[in-house]
């Protein structure tokens, strides 16, 4: 089966940096994405890890290690909207040779002045 | 706008009736698939079709049925709906079911309401 952690709730303050952490075990893994979701909204992408290393794109990093079956998002500059849920997910193989993305609950990040 | 349209947007039915929500994927993508969101759960993944055949499945019950037609477009239907069936339910598409590196765009919803 799958298993993905993140915590479930994190604040901070406006202007500081966050990091978000990802754990998983899984069978099958063909790379780790990051969502944001607002609440009652779609998730919409931040980014992709297939190799190990950092990705970085403007505010936000994400890092993986396969070995450690651990990743983490980095959000920097942090202004107000972004307080949202942030999505770890999975992408793992599943049967008639598809990959599906699997996600985690989710971490619910709140900004504040 | 992610390009993947979702109908209805809001849905209330009663308990033990059965509806149908569709979803639209975006231009040229021919990987649907569907999730339920539901307040105290993440994700869960429902069925993935690829170009009209389903391709995977998740945590779908056996209730809940989906079909992708040949233009692409798919739907979800849930009958004998329960209370607990109240959820967000989301579509998603993607390029291939199978690739290395492509992220899956999300419609922005239907929220079902089950009284």
């Known amino acids: 089966g799958q298993n993905i952690d993140q915590p479930t709730e994190m604040t901070a303050t406006e202007g500081a940096i966050v990091q978000i952490n990802c754990t998983y075990q899984?069978?099958?893994?063909?790379?780790l994405f990051w969502y944001q979701q607002h609440a009652g909204e779609a998730p919409t992408f931040l980014s992709y890890n297939v190799l190990d290393g950092l990705e970085e794109k403007g505010r936000f990093s994400s890092f993986l290690s396969r070995s450690k079956g651990y990743s983490y998002l980095l959000l920097k500059e942090l202004q107000m909207k972004d307080s949202a849920s942030y999505l770890c997910?999975?992408?793992?193989?599943?049967?008639?040779?598809?990959?599906?993305?699997?996600f985690g609950r989710g971490t619910s990040l709140i900004v504040h002045p | 706008d992610s390009g993947v349209t979702q109908t209805p947007k809001h849905l209330i039915t009663a308990t033990g009736q059965r509806v149908t929500l569709r979803c639209s994927p975006r231009s040229g993508d021919l990987s649907v698939y569907w999730y339920q969101q539901s307040l105290d759960q993440g994700l869960q993944f429902l069925i993935q079709?690829?170009?009209?055949?389903?391709?995977a499945k998740g945590n779908i019950l056996e209730r809940f049925s989906a079909q992708q037609f040949p233009d692409l477009h798919s739907e979800l239907n849930l009958s004998s709906l329960e209370l607990g069936d109240s959820a967000l339910y989301f579509c998603?598409?993607?390029?291939?079911?199978?690739?290395?590196?492509?992220?899956?765009?999300f419609g922005q919803g239907t929220r079902l309401t089950v009284v």
């Open positions: 899984t069978s099958g893994f063909n790379g």
């Open positions: 079709y690829y170009n009209g055949e389903e391709r």
């Open positions: 998603a598409s993607s390029v291939v079911g199978r690739d290395l590196n492509t992220e899956a765009f």
């Open positions: 997910a999975v992408r793992v193989a599943g049967s008639g040779g598809s990959y599906i993305p699997t």
